[in-house]
């Protein structure tokens, strides 16, 4: 098994730990020269699909003992994968296509690695140099399409600049702020014949992320957090990144402060822990919520004030000073003005600030935040996460997926898609450790959870993954089980399945006079299959004997094994019975109530004032700060 805490540090160089190469010249063609680069830099997986231009390099990798490459059905299906594994292992993902189509489909999975910082390489091929500019067959300019969704790309036409360029890339993938890089190279550099040199140095001289902070930024960031009264630690996925659990913790119990980890956070500090107050955001717990519009401080790490969380900017926490630490000094100052910016990485921040929140306590400095936790803790017994129970008889979607988390418990690795189950997950299974959660949360890709399911699989064999899936987004990349299948990746995947676009179905309940335009998934225009584009008075009953697709036909027909669960009491059953079928990927279609909505809620544009608790409740705090 391969433990998230063990990986490489993202200020680390792949390059610089290469095993068993010297500086020895063989002669090769490029293509070699690309699958030796990969076995240097560590690359010990890679998720494509071959084609035209990249066929050169396919040869060499059959012949690779160090370089496993799954075949996926479908190029985005291996952009995910590779996230997933990035996500999963802390290492660099790899993903591989062809020129044209093959590297266009790429572009939704690049897009969503960059939003959400993910560590990957997508290495595609790329008509003969020649030919480049001409249109010719299957010829796409993928650096320019994808210019603004990478952290860097490369445009190689010459075989000797290969092994610089994998080095350099994987450099550049996994140091500072994590994202995607994409090498693009041409089908006649593949087939050249060049000179092979190992190691090599990057030469990046642009290239300096700051990871050491400034000590008196550090220290006044202190001071402020010890004479605040109201302080919230506001943590993101950067300290995930970071790998900074460990360090965070400290400081939190160092301090007494509240924690609230965004939807990119989940793990990194321990759900159960007394002092964390939940997932801020649209969807986020009503004390995490408020404690941010209410504290007089915020302590930002590595979270850069996303609109999800913010709501109406302007007056999203009002009374609160900001320290903001992030390794991109382009986040601080952009959507929320910073009175002690911190450029550095997260794990070197918070080492520091340990050392200098003990400094002032030393000095007899400490804060005192019993009345803020009066508060806290009042809003948390008040205003509990829980759902309403569905119809006698059906099955809840909070209940399916709240019931998985219990009896696969913390160890296991979630990866979900994008929705109304993504929101559930986040809220009712437990975060206890970091890297078990893995979700996209920037570009909200549907489609993500199957694939990135598959990747977190692939890098760590010995844990147990779920998927947890909508019917809507499960049939846009459905169809990697069949890779899942064919290589020995026994992921579960438990489809939500409410046959509706859930998420846009709520929107359209709440804000659209529940006129249900195109979001019914078992129907055809007229409602001929089982329901209509109106509410038109439906029992639940009739679309549930209607399934199309039947994800049970459909998960056996790919190597998978099939489960349903309709019924309430045999919910712990079959989750059980999934978790003992190790030998294949399974897929359970669990059949829930197409009512049940995410809350709480605060609506689009909104503040987070505007908080509501359940469907027209909104919290009465009563203080002087409501």
């Given at each position: ?10 200020g ?56 496993r ?18 996500q ?33 390489v ?16 299957q ?21 000797a600049?290969i ?11 996994a ?7 994409l ?12 000179t ?7 030469s ?17 960031a ?34 007494g ?17 007394p ?13 995490a ?8 401080l915020?302590f ?5 004030f996303?609109?999800r ?5 302007d ?5 609160a000073?900001v320290?903001?630490?992030?390794i991109?000094?382009?986040e601080?100052?952009k959507?929320?003005?910073a ?10 921040v ?16 400490e ?36 019931r ?9 690795i979630?990866?979900?898609g ?46 147990a ?7 809507g ?13 064919l ?51 439906i029992?639940?009953?009739r ?5 199309i ?19 309430p ?22 059949i829930?109530?197409q009512d ?12 987070n ?8 409740v909104?919290?009465?705090?009563g203080?002087?700060?409501?």
């Amino acid at each position: 098994m391969t433990e998230h805490a063990a990986s490489p540090r993202r200020g680390d160089n792949p390059a610089a730990h290469a095993p068993g190469h010297n500086t020895i010249a063989e002669t090769m063609t490029g293509a070699q020269s690309l699958i030796r680069s990969l076995e240097a830099v560590g690359a010990d997986t890679v998720f494509g699909i071959p084609g035209g231009a990249i066929l050169p390099a396919y040869d060499p990798l059959m012949d690779s003992t160090k370089v496993r490459h799954i075949l996926v059905r479908h190029e985005q299906g291996a952009g995910h994968a590779a996230t997933g594994y990035a996500q999963a292992t802390g290492r660099v993902g790899v993903c591989m296509a062809t020129s044209g189509p093959g590297a266009t489909n790429l572009v939704t999975p690049i897009a969503d690695a960059y939003m959400d910082s993910v560590p990957i390489v997508a290495i595609t091929g790329q008509v003969s140099s020649k030919a480049i500019g001409t249109d010719a067959f299957q010829e796409a300019d993928i650096c320019g399409i994808t210019m603004p969704i990478t952290k860097h790309n490369f445009l190689v036409t010459d075989a000797a600049e290969i092994p610089r360029v994998i080095a350099e890339a994987f450099h550049i993938a996994a140091t500072g702020r994590p994202g995607p890089v994409l090498v693009d190279i041409a089908k006649d550099a593949l087939q050249a014949t060049t000179t092979f040199r190992w190691p090599v140095e990057p030469s990046l001289p642009g290239y300096r992320p700051v990871t050491k902070p400034h000590a008196k930024q550090i220290r006044e960031a202190a001071k402020l957090l010890v004479n605040s009264k109201r302080p919230v630690l506001y943590v993101g996925g950067g300290v995930l990144k970071a790998q900074a659990s460990a360090e965070l913790r400290i400081l939190a119990e160092l301090t007494g402060a509240p924690v609230v980890t965004t939807l990119m956070a989940l793990g990194v500090f321990p759900d159960s822990h007394p002092q964390h107050l939940g997932m801020p955001g649209m969807h986020g717990s009503v004390p995490a919520v408020t404690a941010l519009q209410k504290a007089d401080l915020l302590f930002t790490l590595g979270a850069r004030f996303d609109d999800r969380v913010t709501g109406k900017l302007d007056s999203f926490a009002p009374y609160a000073k900001v320290v903001h630490a992030d390794i991109d000094p382009a986040e601080i100052g952009k959507n929320r003005p910073a009175d002690v910016p911190i450029v550095g990485d997260a794990r070197e921040v918070l080492a520091d600030l340990i050392v200098a929140v003990q400094a002032e306590f030393d000095a007899g400095h400490e804060g005192d935040y019993g009345d803020w936790w009066v508060k806290l803790n009042e809003w948390k017994k008040t205003y509990p996460l829980g759902y309403e129970p569905a119809p006698e008889g059906e099955l809840s979607p909070q209940q399916v997926i709240e019931r998985i988390g219990r009896l696969v418990g913390p160890d296991a690795i979630y990866a979900a898609g994008v929705g109304q189950h993504q929101m559930w997950a986040s809220q009712f299974i437990n975060y206890e450790k970091p890297a078990s959660w893995l979700n996209s949360g920037g570009a909200g890709t549907m489609g993500y959870a199957v694939p990135a399911a598959m990747g977190a699989k692939a890098g760590r064999p010995d844990s147990a993954v779920w998927a947890i899936d909508g019917d809507g987004c499960f049939q846009m990349t459905n169809q990697e089980l069949v890779t899942c299948a064919l290589n020995d990746i026994p992921i579960k995947v438990a489809v939500i399945n409410n046959g509706s676009l859930g998420m846009v179905r709520q929107w359209q309940t709440l804000f659209y006079n529940q006129r249900y335009s195109h979001t019914v998934l078992h129907a055809g225009p007229a409602g001929t299959t089982g329901g209509s584009a109106v509410d038109d008075g439906i029992e639940p009953q009739r679309w549930q004997g209607t399934r199309i697709p039947d994800f049970v036909m459909l998960a056996e027909a790919m190597g998978c094994v099939g489960l349903r669960c309709e019924r309430p009491e045999d919910l712990d059953a079959v989750i059980k019975q999934a978790m003992e079928i190790n030998d294949r990927p399974v897929v359970v279609d669990f059949i829930v109530h197409q009512d049940a909505m995410v809350w709480p809620m605060v609506a689009a544009g909104t503040s987070n004032d505007e908080i509501q608790f359940a469907r027209g409740v909104r919290p009465d705090f009563g203080d002087d700060l409501d």
